[in-house]
């Protein structure tokens, strides 16, 4: 029988459920349990698809295609395993699914209702993600209190009562701040969170409590006492230089022994050596380079979060310390804050805003030879910018940003001119690329075929591809049943490479994306080459 985990949240928001329930999956599967993970968001969206990234951060997309919340990146990158689109829905999804049956007569002309009808199928979605698991981890987004979660967590509830305490446990999130005027750690936000929560009818089994400072153990005793849980069943979530020692911090306070035994499971002896010297490597790095990432989402860092997490990994490969320089690319300024750097990185991003500073700072990495690293649009940015600079087509531009441009070299193709309603419509999911033997792409794969995952709608303009490649941007990648271009390189470039998928999505801490592993290697050189040249000279 399936065993359940809810892991809920309280006093504030972006306390880090998922990281939570990520480091809880990645402890269980070390001792030999098959985890199986979801995420409940409980905003009206069918999907974070269409949000705006400043509101809710960066459109996580998976192997099927599906568009879901970010937490679905750290499941992935903490278990190593591919999550769908049945491991993230919304509270729009569900009542989406319970409108359309009611429309069609399945319930036989009942009142339809939050109890039992909406609860049943969250249910339904629970028990659908947990087959073949030995335990599921579920994640309730947003924060007890808020009315959008109640129905999520009133199934939460009735699993509880359904499954028995030995097949149900309940992991609560929450905040122990400090204040600095007074020196003091305080527990009452915890206690009014844990009470909500117990009115709900859930009774926490651990409490996790973030802090900037160690607990005491006389404040574990009041938390003990007030929230009625044993002293060892509150774990200390301290701030960490990295997100990937959250498993190690558990792994010492017993957190996953204590699972193991309130959930009556059978594991094998834990084994998280591989993690562990990852995580060794991560903070004893013997280089650094800084790398400057020019997006038009930077005053909100989750909104990139898989390439910062990528670009870390690629350096943990490469034993290096990576200084990620947050570059908004509306900064009239901008090129002089590139001089230092040792590569350049533009990530995907929709809409015309900013997109003048990113076709710039393509430019300066073409003219100055400073490593450069597309994604999405910005494999788009670097083909406009060759086209007016090297082809001095003056105006050439996508239609995205320009639909009368007289040299249109980023457009939709037929089927996405057609498109009427946005969500879910874009080129989606996973697409084969064929990789030219001797690119820079395929020194760093070492394959002449690859999968990786898209979330765009314009495409390079075939109609200019010849005049391109013939000027020097060299096309090394395409998705072969359609003839689109999928990688494009720079000729005479100690590194320019950029993609029109999302390579950061398929990044793992053990095994970092090929790309930006060569892409930090790169960096590396040229700040490196740089010092020396830089270095004064001795007489001898």
Same mark, same amino acid.
């Given at each position: 029988m399936t065993k359940y985990i809810f892991v809920t949240g309280g006093v504030v928001s972006s306390l880090g459920k998922g990281i939570s329930a990520s480091s809880i999956g990645r402890l269980l599967q070390a001792r030999g349990l098959n985890v199986a993970m979801l995420k409940c968001d409980p905003y009206i969206n069918v999907d974070p698809g269409t949000m705006n990234p400043f509101q809710h951060g960066e459109v996580y997309v998976t192997e099927d295609g599906a568009e879901t919340d970010l937490d679905l990146g750290h499941y992935e990158r903490f278990l190593g395993r591919e999550m769908h689109q049945v491991n993230n829905f919304t509270a729009g999804k569900v009542y989406e699914t319970v409108i359309s049956r009611e429309r069609q007569g399945d319930f036989l002309g009942a009142t339809v209702q939050v109890i039992p009808h909406i609860t049943d199928e969250i249910?339904?979605?629970?028990?659908?993600?947990?087959?073949?698991?030995?335990?599921?981890?579920?994640?309730?987004?947003?924060?007890?209190?808020?009315?959008?979660? +109640?129905?999520?967590?009133?199934?939460?509830?009735?699993?509880?009562?359904?499954?028995?305490?030995?097949?149900?446990?309940?992991?609560?999130?929450?905040?122990?701040?400090?204040?600095?005027?007074?020196?003091? +750690?305080?527990?009452?936000?915890?206690?009014?969170?844990?009470?909500? +929560?117990?009115?709900i009818g859930i009774n926490p089994d651990l409490i996790v409590c973030r802090t900037e400072k160690p607990l005491s153990p006389e404040i574990k005793a009041k938390l003990s006492l007030f929230c009625n849980v044993p002293k060892e069943s509150v774990i200390e979530a301290h701030d960490v230089p990295s997100i990937y020692e959250v498993p190690l911090v558990f792994q010492k306070q017993g957190l996953d022994d204590q699972i193991i035994m309130l959930l009556r499971l059978r594991t094998h002896s834990k084994d998280m050596a591989s993690w562990t010297e990852m995580v060794d490597r991560l903070y004893r790095p013997k280089r650094e380079v800084t790398i400057a990432l020019a997006g038009k989402y930077t005053d909100y860092k989750d909104a990139y979060k898989s390439v910062n997490e990528a670009l870390i990994h690629a350096g943990i490969a490469? @034993?290096?310390?990576?200084?990620?320089?947050?570059?908004?690319?509306?900064?009239?300024?901008?090129?002089?804050?590139?001089?230092?750097?040792?590569?350049?990185?533009?990530?995907?991003?929709?809409?015309?805003?900013?997109?003048?500073?990113?076709?710039?700072?393509?430019?300066?990495?073409?003219?100055?030879?400073?490593?450069?690293?597309?994604?999405?649009?910005?494999?788009? %940015?670097?083909?406009?910018?060759?086209?007016?600079?090297?082809?001095?087509?003056?105006?050439?531009?996508?239609?995205?940003?320009?639909?009368?441009?007289?040299?249109?070299?980023?457009?939709?193709?037929?089927?996405?001119?057609?498109?009427?309603?946005?969500?879910?419509?874009?080129?989606?999911?996973?697409?084969?690329?064929?990789?030219?033997?001797?690119?820079?792409?395929?020194?760093?794969?070492?394959?002449?075929? %690859?999968?990786?995952?898209?979330?765009?709608?314009?495409?390079?303009?075939?109609?200019?591809?010849?005049?391109?490649?013939?000027?020097?941007?060299?096309?090394?990648?395409?998705?072969?049943?359609?003839?689109? %271009?999928?990688? %494009?390189?720079?000729?005479?470039?100690?590194?320019?490479?950029?993609?029109?998928?999302?390579? @950061?999505?398929?990044?793992?801490?053990?095994?970092?994306?090929? +790309?930006?592993?060569?892409?930090?290697a790169a960096a590396l050189t040229r700040a490196s080459s740089d010092k020396g040249r830089n270095a004064p000279s001795h007489a001898v």
């Open positions: 249910k339904t979605r629970f028990r659908a993600i947990a087959k073949g698991a030995d335990v599921a981890i579920i994640e309730i987004g947003g924060t007890v209190g808020d009315i959008e979660s +109640l129905p999520f967590l009133e199934a939460a509830r009735q699993m509880g009562l359904e499954g028995g305490k030995d097949n149900v446990l309940y992991v609560h999130v929450t905040l122990i701040p400090y204040i600095r005027a007074s020196e003091e +750690l305080k527990t009452k936000p915890t206690q009014h969170s844990v009470g909500k +929560l117990r009115e490469n @034993e290096a310390r990576i200084s990620i320089r947050f570059l908004d690319t509306t900064d009239p300024d901008i090129r002089a804050k590139l001089a230092d750097v040792g590569g350049i990185l533009v990530p995907g991003g929709f809409g015309d805003r900013g997109i003048e500073g990113k076709i710039q700072v393509a430019q300066l990495a073409r003219e100055a030879r400073i490593p450069y690293f597309g994604l999405c649009l910005g494999l788009q %940015v670097a083909v406009i910018e060759f086209a007016r600079n090297v082809l001095k087509l003056a105006d050439a531009n996508s239609t995205e940003f320009d639909a009368r441009t007289r040299y249109p070299v980023i457009d939709l193709l037929p089927e996405q001119k057609a498109v009427k309603e946005k969500g879910a419509s874009m080129r989606l999911g996973t697409y084969e690329c064929a990789v030219k033997k001797g690119s820079l792409a395929h020194r760093a794969y070492g394959l002449t075929s %690859v999968s990786e995952r898209h979330r765009h709608r314009f495409e390079v303009n075939n109609k200019f591809r010849k005049l391109i490649e013939e000027s020097g941007l060299l096309v090394t990648g395409t998705h072969a049943p359609k003839n689109l %271009v999928e990688i %494009v390189e720079l000729k005479d470039h100690p590194w320019f490479l950029a993609v029109q998928f999302h390579p @950061e999505f398929k990044s793992r801490p053990e095994a970092p994306h090929p +790309l930006f592993r060569d892409f930090i």
